[in-house]
């Protein structure tokens, strides 16, 4: 089998070795073109995010994030709506978002920072004028956490042009003497999805007044999607078991999942099998598979195995099970396959689950009979799996008499 790299050096764009339509790489260098113009030492425009880094911490990049274009500009930060487009479309709209910086202690207290909570808090992007520290560099930036970004520039001035629309309800949430857990989750509640939430904690706008700081976006988006998740389990652990072993699947950018819900109290467990040639997997020769669990009372210790991919499946499930009103025993099996070459950010894992919920579930009266259907849809055999469980070594008198007739 041919790695990913290899694969790319052979191809170089035109081949499609990947098995994709298009070149996922050359998506970068096709929206140059449009934006060269925009690229200059200053700019005016909408500001659609901010963006906060976590290296050298406490003193970290801060800085908003503005689309060079007009298109997609309502959706460029808002991962919820990008499912089912392409590598190739995403990419290419998010190689489009300017990243300014500037150096600042998580703890300051300034204009600038007040100019970024306040496009952060905004219900529609703020205009921003910029001026920048020389030309913006263009290069593309991939994480396994964070969506795409564009080019980069030095951030030397910030004005945010005109009022800003900030709703009523997240402004009195914000300014409340609340901690973040506690307004993090008020606002999803008001209908804000954890995007919106993580873009907010970033900021530092969330928390008691003397406690509030910048929090690294990659940091937040984990933060903000546990904070809710943990709000829900609550929730979903006073729920009537269901009855029926449950099959939910979904897939997307080469990556498959299935959720399997068993009769009986809330426990969660993940699994991650990455085939060789990923660019995680690169020197392996064997699917390599990393499991996660969380038992009813919850863990302590953060999932470093999976990281954020772990809590993005976990909120998902929650929310899935909150929906149906009630609580399970749940496996999430996901197999990254060869053709994810690029890290997109745990948005498509969010997703993809969130997707697999959207549709009806397929019943099955016994564990062995749902395990059965799982295993004639994953790559890998289900006894590697097995191997590596938690919950599937763990017998429980469901197991033995099925449902009832």
Known sequence: MVSAARSCIICKGSRMLCGLRTCPLMSRFNVKPKIEEKIKDNFFGPASSVFIGRFGYPDVFTGPLTPMTDENVKVIDKPSAWFGNSYDSIIEMRSTLLRT???????SKNKNVDNLQEIALASKAPDVEMVLKGRPVYRVSFSDVNQPMGPSAGLKSLDIAGNVRIGRQVDRIVNDELTAKESGFMLYEKGHDVYKVSTILSSGALGMEHRKKLVPTRWG???????????????????????????FSSEYLDNHYEVLLMPGSWEFENFEAWAPGTPWSMGAKTAQILEEYEPYGGRKKYADLQGGGFYASRLAVAEGLKAMRRQARVIVFREVYEGYVIPLGVWQ??????????????????????????????????????????????KTLKDFIGSPA
Do not use: C, W
């Not at 809710?228 to 729920?239: F, L, M, S």
């Not at 579930?361 to 006894?383: N, Q, W």
């Open 221 to 247: 988006i984990t933060a903000s999607q546990t904070l809710v998740a943990d709000e829900i389990i609550k929730e979903v652990r006073d729920y009537p078991s269901i009855n029926d072993y449950t099959v």
């Open 101 to 107: 910086k500037e150096t600042m202690n998580i703890f």
């Open 349 to 394: 894992v969010l997703e993809n689950v969130r997707n697999a919920f959207r549709k009806p579930g397929i019943k099955f009266a016994t564990k062995e009979e749902s395990l059965k259907h799982i295993g004639s849809r994953l790559r890998l055999p289900l006894s590697d799996y097995e191997k590596e469980s938690v919950v599937l070594k763990r």
